[in-house]
């Protein structure tokens, strides 16, 4: 046997790696246009040759925005509200604060959506008050539900949820349920299988096998809506799962905030589903029967801003700087993953060089720990400028909302993490009402005190290798 013969399998191997170094740089120097993340990725192709270039194959290469560019496509054009004929929502002297009138302006111009008058929001703490107010608007159905959810349990307040769902398709009630192809493998048995055996329709979204499980991973449709009759809609970050429910003491009890809604802006959020229906089924879904006429039921002003790797790249990030920028008195944030990119970085620091209050609370202990260990390498950067950072004592608490200066806020399904923030398929509502913004500011301020405060000293004093293991996750937040 010849060298070469006996060394072919290292040739190809070798030759692979260095076609595939050359071209993952190449592509990295043309299209990637976040120098943080770059950096990151070429020190990886260049110093793990073979495993570094499959990496960027799955997680650095911008697959999600092309696979996402098709998620519009044809018919399924996105939806944009006419250009309003009145003014903005608060345009006269019902807004006092100039700030509030350019923020409302600037949201205008970034979601696809109007402003809506007239709505009314009611909040709703863990599973125990979400899932029953939900699986009762469920039971009273007349004409249609729409569902999605990022995760949707069969076992447990899920197997109560596909009863109810199977009873309302044999009483005449058209439903339709979605649920995200890489939630479905959060539990088994699927929910997808469950619920078409009880004569549900029900879809998948963006289903995929074997290796294009690691393509398209980050193409996660991470919405929470459930609408009934197009009139009741339910939206926020609460997925549907036994750990919810707080009262039957769970084995992974998961604290959360989810959100009634009633108003013109219930539109909007069917509008979001019926969207990401006609993408996974080609169905189309308008007309009184999913889309009638609205009447006003409370004094909250709501837009919704919808964000994903399609033509709405983006949009949320840009969302909340603007809010960021608009703050003349205090900011809230309240997330269960805390990777804020550079530019809401710099914004959450400009807040407290201007004086503006800001206040940040996440888990003390995160159910990925890698992701808190990460976050804990950004604190010092904002407590150096006045911020303060608290952390929640378990059990974990996937709560997520955003106040500016008590009037606006921001509730759905956004982390503040690259992969809400970019890679996933995302709903929130702006809303301005001062009431609204002090039942949620009470709500925090009741979590807070039951949290710790870390201060740079608290930093300074952890153990080195806690420290080192901070810092080596800290290199991976461009993937996390």
């Known amino acids: ?13 070798a030759l692979a790696s260095v076609v595939g170094s050359v071209v993952a740089l190449v592509h990295l120097l043309l299209k ?15 110093f793990t040759p073979l495993i570094g270039p499959l990496l960027y194959l799955f997680f650095g290469i911008n697959i999600l925005q092309r696979s996402g560019r098709r998620y519009r496509s044809g018919r399924h054009e996105p939806w944009h509200d006419p250009v309003p004929e009145k003014p903005l929502p608060f345009e006269s002297n019902s807004c006092a604060a100039q700030e509030h009138q350019q ?15 007239g709505n009314h929001l009611e909040l709703l703490r863990n599973g125990d008050e979400a899932m029953p107010r939900m699986l009762e608007q469920i039971r009273g159905a007349q004409h249609s539900i729409t569902l999605a959810s990022y995760i949707f349990e069969a076992t447990g307040i899920g197997e109560d949820f596909v009863t109810e769902l199977s009873l309302a398709v044999k009483r005449g009630v058209q439903v339709r349920v979605m649920v995200d192809d890489a939630g479905t493998r959060y539990s088994w048995p699927p929910v997808v299988e469950a619920l078409e055996k009880a004569g549900v329709p029900a879809r998948r979204f963006m289903p995929s096998r074997i290796i294009l499980r690691l393509i398209t991973m980050n193409l996660r449709n991470h919405r929470k809506i459930l609408v009934v009759d197009g009139k009741t809609a339910f939206t926020g970050g609460m997925n549907i799962r036994e750990g919810n ?10 604290h959360d905030l989810h959100f009634e809604v009633t108003g013109p802006c219930v539109g909007q959020i069917q509008r979001v589903f019926a969207e990401d229906w006609a993408f996974c089924t080609g169905e189309t879904l308008e007309g009184p029967l999913w889309f009638p006429e609205l009447s006003s039921s409370g004094e909250t002003s709501a837009i919704g801003i919808v964000d994903g790797p399609d033509e709405d790249l983006e949009i949320m990030p840009a969302a909340f700087f603007a809010a960021l920028n608009a703050a003349r008195a205090e900011v809230k944030v309240i997330t269960p993953y805390f990777l804020p990119n550079l530019v809401l970085m710099g914004a959450l620091r400009l807040c407290a060089i201007r004086g503006v209050k800001v206040t940040i609370l996440t888990p003390s202990k995160n159910n990925i720990p890698f992701v808190g260990w990460a976050a804990q390498t950004l604190y010092p ?8 950072i608290f952390e929640s004592a378990p059990p974990f608490d996937h709560s997520k909302f955003f ?8 509730l759905g399904s956004t982390n503040w993490d690259p992969r809400s923030l970019r890679l996933n398929f995302e709903f929130n509502l702006a809303c301005h009402d001062a009431e609204l913004g002090q039942r949620l500011s ?4 009741a979590k807070l005190a039951h949290s710790r405060e870390i201060t740079l000293e608290t930093m300074e004093a952890a153990p080195m290798l806690q420290r080192l293991r901070n810092g080596f996750a800290r290199l991976f937040i461009p993937a996390l």
Do not use: K
């Open 381 to 388: 950067d904002l407590l150096a400028v006045g911020c303060r």
């Open 103 to 117: 923020l409302a302006r600037t949201l205008d111009r970034i979601s696809r959506f109007s402003f809506t008058n």
């Open 442 to 445: 009470a709500e925090m301020d």
């Open 32 to 46: 990637h246009h976040d120098y943080r993340s770059a950096a990151f990725w070429t020190a990886l192709i260049v």
């Open 245 to 254: 429910m707080i009262s039957r003491a769970p084995d992974h009890p998961v």
């Open 1 to 13: 046997m010849t060298w070469f013969e006996q060394n072919f399998w290292a040739l190809v191997l």
């Open 403 to 410: 106040l500016v200066d008590g009037v606006w806020s921001f």
